[in-house]
């Protein structure tokens, strides 16, 4: 069995187990975060929704935001995590279709049985030392506990290219019966002043809230907003209303600057929830 050993454990969250525990918890209850680990619903069902995936110092207080959410809609069977990959290396659009992830938390098992119907390519080379998947499984595995996930990394962030994947993970979500949340793993605006990260990011969020995949990268192309993970965010647009989610809410919108107090170069977070 192939095991994915943590790339970034020590760097973009603690690598002993019980500080990471701390740390989650620490965000939870964290003035930006939602306070608690379980937030009313807003729907009958959600589908997922977009996290953010930088050190849990800076993120996690917006990334639990998600999670809660998640969290009043039931336990998922699968949690499936599209992440853009920043290294670019392996496949253009790249699934992992067996093995384990290791975290302090334990292993999460990766899910054959969806992974393999998607029509990915499978290169465990993608993963190797990407960060926008690894650091959303600590959070799966406090909140939801023993479930399978199935890892997509997209370094070829196109409209065609998330809405094929889009429709995949949709056809595949329509068949398989289970319960099964998607999770699009992205920053926003990067390094630039607080103010002008939050407007950046606003008007992203704004084509999200429409579910307005080809406006999303049309504003951040015309704007220059430097969101790293448009393509998994254009993904779960699609699937989102190839299965007749409707409804986008923003939970929580900060910057680094708002953690950290530097506010002169600044990374954008926003957390929001995809529900009907």
Not at 16 to 30: S, V
Not at 99 to 125: C, F, I, M, N
Not at 241 to 268: I, N, Q
């Amino acid at each position: 069995m192939r095991v994915r050993k943590p790339a970034v454990a020590g760097y973009f969250y603690p690598s002993d187990r019980e500080e990471l525990l701390q740390q989650i918890e620490w965000a939870i209850r964290h003035e930006l975060g939602p306070k608690v680990p379980q937030l009313p619903k807003l729907g009958a069902d959600a589908l997922g929704g977009v996290a953010p995936h930088a050190g849990y110092i800076y993120s996690g207080p917006v990334a639990a935001w998600l999670y809660s959410a998640l969290a009043g809609y039931g336990k998922p069977d699968v949690v499936v995590v599209v992440g853009p990959n920043h290294y670019g290396v392996g496949a253009p659009v790249a699934v992992a279709k067996s093995g384990v992830w290791e975290t302090p938390l334990g292993r999460v098992e990766v899910d054959q049985r969806l992974a393999s119907r998607l029509g990915v390519e499978e290169d465990p080379h993608a993963f190797s030392r990407e960060h926008s998947i690894e650091v959303q499984l600590p959070l799966i595995q406090y909140y939801f506990g023993d479930v399978t996930f199935v890892p997509i990394a997209m370094w070829r962030q196109t409209p065609s290219a998330a809405r094929e994947l889009g429709k995949a993970l949709a056809r595949v979500v329509r068949e398989d019966g289970r319960k099964i949340y998607i999770v699009a793993s992205s920053d926003f605006n990067h390094y630039e002043p607080h103010d002008v990260t939050m407007k950046k990011d606003d008007m992203a969020i704004g084509r999200i809230l429409e579910l307005d995949e080809g406006g999303l990268f049309e504003v951040a192309s015309k704007f220059n907003i430097s969101m790293c993970g448009v393509g998994p965010v254009a993904t779960l647009i699609t699937a989102a209303r190839e299965l007749g989610y409707g409804e986008v809410s923003l939970l929580r919108h900060a910057t680094s600057g708002d953690t950290s107090g530097y506010m002169d170069e600044t990374v954008g977070y926003a957390s929001l929830l995809f529900y009907r």
